[in-house]
């Protein structure tokens, strides 16, 4: 399966708790991009990296919020200190980068706060 | 900022007919447009796009229309099939020179019911 892997699939957390949401690319991909879908809505961008590189953050919450992309190894988004209204479910796209566009979506991660 | 608006949010109808979902964007210099299909517990899944240099495209039973004057872009599914029933995304990103395309905005959705 050479497709987006994102996990765990869900992730149950107290509030003040860390969270800490993994995602592998597809096979070839070096671009990878998260979003976050609150309930009954569409997705939202959060951060858009490269390998060891943050290209865009403009959706990234000030506060709390941070990715990562290692030169080896998943990206990693983390959610310190978690509160209830981080529950969602949290999206990792990746693509090839400059020769394309098109953004393949992993399965989602998601994440209850209680 | 880019804004992306759906229509509609729901839309139902019978096995056979077509459907339709429009989307308005807001930023001229977007020039990628795809259209994504979410069943529930999943992730989107890229159904069709389009590039802003081309204004119509086919895949089957799904087509794609683009009318940049306008600033609007629409999906097409003919012969509906109950398969079919789930959510629809459509989006629209940026591509600036050599760059990569950045983040994709997405419209709100419409949940799309076939009936048999």
């Known amino acids: 399966n050479a497709g987006v892997m994102q996990n765990p699939r869900h992730l149950v957390r107290r509030r003040g708790q860390e969270a800490r949401l993994r995602c592998s690319p597809m096979k070839g991909h070096s671009h990878v991009y998260w979003y976050r879908q609150l309930p009954e809505e569409g997705l939202k961008f959060m951060v858009y990296?490269?390998?060891?590189?943050?290209?865009?953050e403009s959706g990234m919450p000030k506060e709390r919020f941070s990715a990562e992309f290692p030169k080896e190894g998943p990206s990693i988004l983390r959610i310190q200190q978690v509160v209830r209204g981080d529950s969602a479910a949290y999206f990792c796209a990746s693509s090839v980068g400059t020769r394309g566009s098109e953004q393949f979506f992993g399965p989602g991660t998601r994440l209850t706060v209680l | 900022g880019e804004n992306v608006e759906q229509h509609p949010s729901t839309l139902s109808v019978q096995e056979g007919d077509s459907a339709v979902i429009k989307c308005t964007y807001s930023?001229?210099?977007?020039?990628?447009f795809p259209w994504y299909k979410q069943e529930l517990g999943k992730g989107p899944q890229l159904i069709i796009d389009?590039?802003?240099?081309?204004g119509e495209k086919k895949d089957q039973r799904i087509a794609v229309t683009l009318n940049k004057t306008a600033k609007h872009f629409s999906l097409h599914i003919t012969e509906t099939q109950p398969e079919d029933s789930a959510v629809y995304f459509c989006a629209a990103s940026i591509k600036a020179g050599g760059t990569s395309y950045g983040k994709l905005t997405f419209g709100q959705g419409t949940i799309l019911t076939v009936h048999p």
């Open positions: 930023d001229s210099a977007s020039n990628y």
């Open positions: 990296l490269q390998k060891e590189n943050i290209i865009d």
């Open positions: 389009i590039r802003s240099n081309v």
